[in-house]
Structure formats: C-alpha cells, structure tokens
C-alpha cells in the first residue's frame, strides 16, 4: 500500500512550541518542508485527550472546546495519530484529506496507529538528544563569557600599588564565579597626592566588565584635568549616560589622599558608605550622590575627612556586606565595624574580615558576588610602610586555571596496576562526552605513563604510590602521574627503529614513550628532585583525526 | 586484578595457520605466543594469522612481543598476517608501522583468501 496522504508532524513539548514539518511520501521517497504550525497550549484539554485516545483521532467529529482542534482543522488537517512515549504525549501524526478524497479506512489506521507506536519512542529520543545538545551549547557559551569576563575585569585592575610614605595600603580582590563588575584603582596626581576609586557596576559577566573598564578610564581621564572629587564623579556620569545600556549604572567613590597631611576629600555615587577606625570609634564617612549613569545633571556632594595616625580607612564593596550565611541572613555592617576595630595594620585588617566572613558563611559557600576591599593606613612612627594587593582567583577554577578534579587517588607500584588506574578513570571521563576514539587513546596513553611510573620511577617498590590527578576544564582532560623517581631523566620518545628491531638489531622493547606521545594531545615532563610528574592533556573533542584509520 | 592472561589456540584453515588468541597482550604473553607461532611452523602452514577478535587489550610490551614474533617469522621465512583488531589497536598497528610488515584483513575470510585488498 502507498501512502498518499498528506503526513504533518508536529514536534510537540510541554512549553508552547512553534514548528511543523510536512512530510509528503510518495513514490519518489519522502521530501521534507516547513509546513503551518500549530501552537499547543499545555493546558489545552486536547493533550488529555490525545494521552488517553490509544489511537487515531477523527479531529472534523471530536467534540471539545480546543484551540489547538480548531488550529488541526484550519490547518485542513482530518485525523491526528498522537505520538505517545511513556504516557506521555510527545508529538503528533496529522493528516490531511487522502488523495482519493475518500475517508480513511480502519485498515490505514491501524497502519497509521502501528507507525506512531514505533515512532513515538524514536521522536522521544531525538527530542532529548536535541534538548541535550542546546545545553550542552549553552554552558559552553557561559563558560566562554565567563573567561571573557573575568580576562577584562583582570585587565583593569591596577597592576600596582602606590607607595606612600608613613602609610601602608591593601587591596584585596576575589571576583565570584561570574564576574560581578568590581574594580578599584589607585591614580597618581601632582603634589604627591593619590585617587583612591572604589566601584561596582551593577549587572554580571561581560557587559558589567565593559562598563567597569570605561568607566574606570573616563575617570582616569576627569581625575587628571579637575581637582574636585565632586567634579569628577559629576563629569563622568555625564559622559556615562548616553552611553550606558539601560537598567546598568554604576557606584562609585572617588577620594583624593594628601599623604603629607593626612586629608582625605571625597564625593560617592552612591557607593558603600566608607567607614575609618579611630583609637576611639568606628566613623562613616558619608556624602550624597546618585548612582553614575541613571541621570544626566547630577551633583556630588563633597566631604573632608582626617585621616590621624593609626587611623585605618576601609573602602568595599556590597559583595562583603550582603554576603548570606547558610540560614539567609547578611554578613551587614555591624561585622564589618566590628572587624576594623580589632585590627591596627590594613593586611591585619583585610585578613579579620575575610576570616570573619568565612566563619559567618560556613563551609561549601559559593560566594554570590565580586568581593574587593581596600584598607588605607597611616602609620604610627617607626612601623613599616607597604603596599600590598592580593588578587584571589580561588572562586574561579571550573571557569579558568586548572579546573574540575574529576579523581585524585594513588595506587602501590605494582605492574597490573596501570589497568587498575585506567578503569577507574574509564566511566567519569566517559561521562563527559569524550569522543569514544580519544577515550581508547586516553587509556592506552595512561596504561603505559602509569606503567613507566611503577617500573622505571618507582622501580616496582609496592610501598611506593603512583598518584594520579585528573581535572577538566570542560574542554580538556588533563591527567597527571607523579612517582618518586625524581631526578632521572626520562629518555626521549624518538621513533623506534622498526626495521631495526625487526633484524634484531635493536630490541623489541621501547614503544612505551612512543605510544604515550602519539596518543596523547599534549605531553609535559616535570621533576622536582623526588618526583616525577607526566601531565598528559586529551581534548574532549578534537578536528578531523589523522590516526583513525577508517 | 583486572587482567586476563593470554590463551592462544592454532587451528588450520586450508593451508594457513590461524592463531586465536584469547585475553590480553602484555609481556607475559610472550611464551604462550612463541608456544603457539611454534605449532603453528610445525603444522608446516604457508601463513600464520594473528586472529586479535577476543583480544582486549594490547599494551608497548605486548607491542614488543609481537616485534619479536614478526623478526623471528623473518628469519623463518613465514608470512605473518592479522586480523580482528579493534579501530583503537588498528590505529596503533598503523603508527607503531607493525602494519607495514604484517597485512591487516578486516576478517577471517579475507584473510585466508589471501584477498590483496587490504579491509
């Protein structure tokens, strides 16, 4: 029997979903092109119909209350074979008139209905896989903006900081997985005297790192041709407006430092209220202003303040003071002040804060936003002036540096081992979508660096380990085989002489190295006087292959 | 432990030495193969073929038993042939060069036949 029906097949989820796919078979084999598409509401009553039909619909007789019939039937569509996976109604089987313009036979349906049990489960897995691979594309793209992201923040923090006499000053730094738009800079003005900025831009990832780093030269720029704090931050915010996305704007404050004399004048965009520690007491220093970038016209109130001897000053960001601990409740201010009174030197005081937050955030914490602090202190007498900037990247592995541990364990050195290592390491790295090919040439390269490990760095001793470290980074898989051979050198792998070994000229033996390097992406060798550490790289996915032999 | 030893059995097709060999290809598999590539010379067979379908595993020091089997087989006059190997060992064969010295036949059948197209 030939099936000369018009065949529409329409994809069909649980969220409302435009497509439609006509099929037309005839004799010439199947042709495939866009047909009208049909909107199904989840809550529509036809998809309860549909999962308890067991078979065809008549549409033209079907008595319900449905926009999606009315949709069928204005599509001239006559009898719907609802595709069923596991109770589930998952896409649909719509026919048009047949050819014949006579009524379909119980003979078609059953064909038909016979069809759709088959296909169901096929279009099910073919959803999934393309619901899969969206993911998978789209925590790639995250990933990438987040390196992006984080490669400008890095870019525009200072590279150093200033020393002053009679003062020390920290900087501290640790962005949030994505990249919360921080920045903070020191700019050298004429008589000595020093910008202290302190900012955050409000958004995430790539866009808050743009407009961080204009800011931060639009700044730079106004700092150099005005003296007023006040001026500056009124002049950036007119150049920022116009140029601003929508909904963004920036806190921001600007500071102008005399070492000499301890004065310290001020303007905030509405930036976190500074706080300076006196021998007696913790004062905020406050001054008004509106966010940069919201409204064009804006002024900033300017202040002074006295920085004294053994006074600290604390500038930071909102990462620190609305930071949650596991229960929801805010690190807030009164930490924060109660962090700077128990400190004297600014490194002190940096360090009271962070150990305060991750006693108050517990264990596991994924810190929710950039976090930096700068502590400015004017020193007593003889005490040692330094400037000191920390940049902790720690929160950032799985988006850059080494990446994810994927298995860190040892095993005794003893031959038969290596194959021990390598099906521990089989199933995980196979969970991460590694190309089939390079999961066999994963192993064999493993197999021979953990062999060469037990019987040439660790010369067989069993008490000795062989440790081994894999990590991704999403796109690669790094494994490290360290033994305590250190100092030997290893050969290296040149080609082994075939021919050679063939006449018996040259032994057999020999092709471990060989096959390591041929195997692996990358090779790297190190040694610190006791170990010994192979680093074999493998990417997840890799171009055309030139080994595989087809 | 997760090896399996190397079994080998010989067995004649037409005038042609099959070796099927059983588990995995290390050095200790060097007696058991010698053992087998011995018979197989004595049953006076034109060629001897390498059947690697059950094998799992070949690592360097199985590479280097074979190198072995394959300068002896040169000095005996006898052509060593293969067949069986997994994509992954295919590939190894190929840049470790074994294959210029030893044909590799996607199957039995082709092997015997002595069918000049390579699988």
Known sequence: MTMRQRLIALPFGRRRRKSGVVVEATGAGPRVEEGPQIDIAPNDPIVAYFERAGGAVDIETLDLDSPARRALLDAGMKLVVPLISQGELIGLLNLGPRLSEQAYSSEDRKLLENLAAQAAPAVKVAQLVRQQEAEARRRERVEQELRVAQLIQQQFLPKELPELAGWQVSAYYRPAREVGGDFYDFIELPGGKVGIVIGDVTDKGVPAALVMATTRAILRGAASRLDSPGEVLGRVNELLVPDIPPQMFVTCLYGILDPATGRFVYANAGHNVPYVAHRDGVVELRARGMPLGLMPGMSYEEKEAELGSDDVMLLYSDGIDEAHDPDGEMFGFPRLMGAMRTAHATDAVIDNLLGELARFTGRGWEQEDDITLVAVRRTSGRESTFAQQITDMSEMEGAAGDGTVIDEFSVPSETGNERTVIERLADPIARLGIEPSRLERLKTAVAEAVMNAIEHGNKQRQDVPVDVRATTDGEHIRISITDRGGGSELPDPETPDLEAKLAGAQTPRGWGLFLIKNMADEMSVSTDGKHHTVTLTFALKGAADEHTAV | ?119
Do not use: W
Request: negative net charge.
């Open chain 2, 1 to 119: 432990m997760n090896t399996r030893p190397c079994e080998a059995s010989v067995r004649m097709v037409e005038d042609v030495a099959v070796i099927d060999l059983l588990g995995d290809i290390d050095r200790n598999s060097d007696p058991t193969l010698t053992a087998a590539y011995e018979r197989a010379v004595a049953e006076n067979a034109s060629a001897v073929l390498l059947n690697f379908s059950d094998v799992g595993y070949i690592n360097s020091t199985g590479i280097a038993v074979i190198v072995g089997l394959l300068a002896r087989s040169r000095t005996d006059g006898k052509r060593v042939t293969a067949y069986g190997l997994s994509p992954h060992y295919r590939e190894i064969f190929e840049i470790t060069r074994l294959s210029d010295f030893m044909t590799i036949y996607a199957d039995e059948q082709q092997a015997v036949g002595g069918s000049p197209t390579q699988a």
